[in-house]
């Protein structure tokens, strides 16, 4: 069984910046993607950062320039450091985990509240 544990999560004042951490262990068959989705209040989970086995990287046009997404491949963690934050990064940040047979697993989230 994989499981995702996520920490970091806090609340912070806008310009503020946090680091999320998410350690992987268990049976995990095959590394595709590691990365990072969040869920606003109100709103639908959407993609934050991505990082492939290859180490390519992908971010929402809304955190580019201001997240910064990394893996170590030997442990099997994900990070992401988040700087300048605003009001509207206040989410539930999820780490998830997609093996080579394209299998989504979740961490149980992290919050993160940037006040103004």
């Known amino acids: 069984q994989t499981q995702l544990v996520e920490s970091g999560g806090g609340l912070v004042q806008a310009g503020g910046s946090l680091r999320l951490a998410c350690v992987a262990s268990?049976?995990?068959?095959?590394?595709?993607?590691m990365g990072w989705y969040r869920r606003a209040p109100g709103k639908e989970r959407e993609l934050v950062a991505l990082?492939?086995?290859?180490?390519?990287?992908m971010y929402a046009d809304a955190v580019k320039d201001r997240f910064t997404i990394s893996r170590d491949k030997a442990k099997n963690t994900v990070a992401l450091e988040m700087n300048s934050l605003k009001p509207e990064d206040t989410a539930v940040y999820y780490c998830?985990?997609?093996?080579?047979?394209?299998?989504?697993?979740w961490g149980q989230g992290t919050r993160v509240t940037v006040s103004s």
């Open positions: 998830l985990l997609r093996d080579q047979w394209m299998t989504d697993y």
């Open positions: 268990g049976r995990i068959f095959g590394l595709n993607a």
């Open positions: 990082i492939t086995w290859s180490d390519s990287t």
